[in-house]
């Protein structure tokens, strides 16, 4: 038998720094539908996704959320909630799943590492920039501003770090020439872009070790350094397929890729990675396709914006289908897209509910109604069905070529002239005029058929975008695996004459545009909102153990904040018994001394008494402690001033 062909392709590894957001969601669908496809022209598809786990700031991330990084990093890929289920939830079928965590990846990377080191194409080298002491920081001129450290904005020196180097500068020209060859480097736009802002103005040899953080792959043979992020990171679309490791064993089979990224990373991927490949002498990939950037309002989405969207909301207020048919539907795929919520509900009212759900409902209700399900066997031409005919002959191959050229929205273009001339033909062949005349039953199962046809062409096609209701629709009008399969996409008369039809649920309901907007921009918020943990509610206690602890009312009197200690606060309190009560707490990194005197606050008073910092407390505070987003919050319990002290609590 002969072998299939293969087909890699891969989106980039995501930072598990923070939830993903419709941005992601955006380049994983689109590389998702690029897979799907390719498994359909009967492609032997590898598809690979990942996170990319190391680098500084997930270090820092980890140390604000009180967590080492590898733990902060699971919560994010394997947590509920987290990268691993929202591809799962999406309808994602990557074939693998890379963490540059994972032990043979970080491996492999010092296995390239060495290797590059050994051929000569890294070598040790200083490290001259801008140091900040105070942030142990380096930086560039460029990153500086006013002079000064971009992060703390205080005064920097010249040092110099020892550090690893790659010689970049070796593979100018080659990598010049790569970029100007072929199809390397797509769209065609930014191979200029590459070539004149990064390669023309002298190429020079990249940093490749840090030592000032330890959270990435350990130079094997110098301790101390860590190898750059990017030179970990590029390098998983090769040991995903067991390059330099033993975890798989399909390099041979499968490499080159096809890297699809986004804009930003576009020189990373064009420029350093295949000059890395030609070092370590593998090919380099077959394509790299820079996409676009979905922005709001013109500014790209970022979580310090607050301007981020998130696809578990959308996904469950319209349907994971119907977000990733607006996705592909409605931006060019290389160029930047504005992202609202009226544009995707306009998209799925009229593309999905009105265009080819109509087609749907409409043809198989009819099917239904007219001959019971089962078209009969006479048939009878007519007017307007040559040119439907064609179209159901003709659009596969269109829509091939927009796919193979990475044009997702141009496909769905061909597809959706296929699906509005079948709508149109329903209203010039007027079926419910046919059905009325016994002596047009055969036209009337013409139209039908061919309606039938019209949907069976399209829905192949739409498989790669909406894989599931695509399942669904060809249960409805009857359609086996062999009317699914792509040869069947140009062929018309491929469902048997017979055909059985079923009526089922409407596939894509009409949106009410104004009552979803306030939804969605609930939803929004809550989900925005800072994740609270309770703990779970103890065990039960009876009433008079309850009782037992007496807590009152208490004045503030004069609160100050213990020498010695940053946590602990010295309260004198009024419990009402006429004798100021000493209370300490170890409150003062919520609270300054001066906020609290003279507030009506809450304390058990029976408590044992306690030595803190050699000063005695007699009694606690009360106040609501929760955890929110992995890290305390405390409100101490302030009651009404007109509450006297000495009140007991009950
Ligand atoms: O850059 N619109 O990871 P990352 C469209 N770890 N696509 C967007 C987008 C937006 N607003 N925001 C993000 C990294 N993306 C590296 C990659 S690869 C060896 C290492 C998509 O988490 C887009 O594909 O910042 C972009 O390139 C990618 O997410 C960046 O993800």
């Not at 996409?489 to 949106?511: M, N, Q």
């Not at 943990?533 to 065990?539: A, D, G, I, K, S």
Request: charged share 25%; hydrophobic share 40%.
């Amino acid at each position: 038998m002969e072998n299939k062909k293969t087909y890699y392709i891969t989106t980039p590894i995501y930072y598990p720094s923070d939830k993903l957001h419709i941005g992601h969601t955006y380049c994983t669908v689109a590389t998702d539908a690029f897979a799907r496809y390719k498994r359909l022209r009967g492609y032997d598809v590898m598809f690979l996704t990942g996170t990319d786990e190391h680098g500084q700031k997930i270090e820092e991330k980890a140390k604000q959320a009180g967590k080492t990084p590898q733990e902060f990093v699971d919560g994010i890929v394997c947590g509920e909630g987290g990268i691993l289920d929202l591809w799962k939830l999406m309808n994602i079928s990557n074939d693998r799943f890379i963490r540059t965590t994972d032990d043979y990846h970080v491996a492999a990377v010092q296995r390239i590492f060495k290797k590059m080191y050994d051929n000569g194409d890294i070598y040790k080298g200083a490290y001259k920039g801008k140091y900040c002491t105070p942030c142990e920081s380096f930086w560039t001129e460029s990153q500086l501003v006013n002079g000064m450290c971009p992060d703390c904005g205080r005064p920097v020196h010249d040092a110099e770090e020892e550090a690893y180097f790659f010689r970049l500068s070796k593979y100018a020209k080659p990598v010049q020439e790569l970029l100007e060859s072929g199809t390397f480097l797509e769209p065609a736009s930014r191979v200029n872009e590459m070539i004149n802002n990064f390669i023309k103005p002298g190429l020079e040899d990249l940093c490749v070790s840090r030592t000032s953080f330890t959270w990435g792959v350990p130079v094997d043979f110098d301790p101390g350094h860590v190898v750059y992020v990017w030179v970990d990171a590029l390098f998983n679309y090769a040991t995903a397929l067991g390059y330099q490791n033993d975890r798989y064993d399909d390099f041979d089979k499968y490499w080159p890729p096809v890297n699809i990224v986004g804009k930003e990373i576009v020189r990373f991927h064009s420029i350093i990675w295949p000059a890395m490949l030609m070092s370590v002498g593998e090919p380099v990939p077959t394509k790299v396709y820079g996409h676009g950037w979905l922005v709001i309002d013109g500014g790209k989405m970022s979580k310090s914006k607050g301007n981020v969207v998130d696809p578990y909301v959308l996904a469950d207020k319209f349907g994971v289908d119907a977000l990733r048919f607006f996705l592909l539907r409605t931006f060019p795929f290389g160029s930047d897209g504005n992202f609202s919520n009226e544009l995707l509900i306009n998209t799925i009212n009229t593309d999905l509910a009105n265009d080819l759900g109509n087609l749907v409902s409409r043809t198989t209700a009819m099917c239904e109604k007219y001959f019971g399900g089962s078209l009969p066997a006479a048939r009878e031409s007519g007017d307007f069905d040559e040119e439907l005919i064609a179209l159901i002959r003709g659009t596969a191959e269109k829509y091939a070529a927009q796919m193979d050229n990475y044009q997702p929205h141009l496909a769905l273009e061909e597809v959706f002239r296929l699906i509005q001339r079948a709508n149109k033909y329903i209203d010039e062949t007027m079926p419910w005029a046919l059905a009325k005349d016994e002596s047009k039953k055969a036209r009337l199962a013409s139209v039908l058929y061919n309606l039938l046809e019209a949907l069976r062409v399209s829905l192949i096609m739409l498989t790669p975008f909406i894989p599931a209701s695509c399942e669904k629709a060809f249960a409805q009008i009857g359609a086996d695996k062999n009317a699914q399969s792509w040869d069947s996409a140009a062929v018309y008369g491929v469902l048997p004459a017979d055909v059985a039809v079923h009526k089922g649920e409407t596939l894509f309901p009409r949106i009410d545009a104004q009552k979803m907007l306030d939804e969605l921009e609930s939803a929004h918020k809550a989900a925005a909102a800072p994740k609270v943990e309770y703990p779970p509610v103890q065990p039960d206690v009876t009433i008079d153990e309850f009782n037992k602890c007496d807590m009152r009312v208490c004045k503030v009197l004069s609160c100050e904040a213990v020498k010695k200690s940053d946590r602990l606060l010295k309260f004198m309190l009024d419990d009402g018994s006429g004798t100021p009560r000493q209370i300490l707490s170890g409150i003062h990194k919520f609270y300054e001394p001066e906020q609290l005197v003279g507030k009506t606050v809450v304390a058990i008073l029976n408590l044992p008494a306690r030595k803190m910092m050699g000063l005695e407390s007699n009694g606690m505070l009360l106040s609501a402690l929760r955890m929110v987003d992995g890290k305390e919050e405390l409100n101490l319990i302030m009651l009404d001033d007109a509450v006297p002290a000495g009140a007991k609590l009950c």
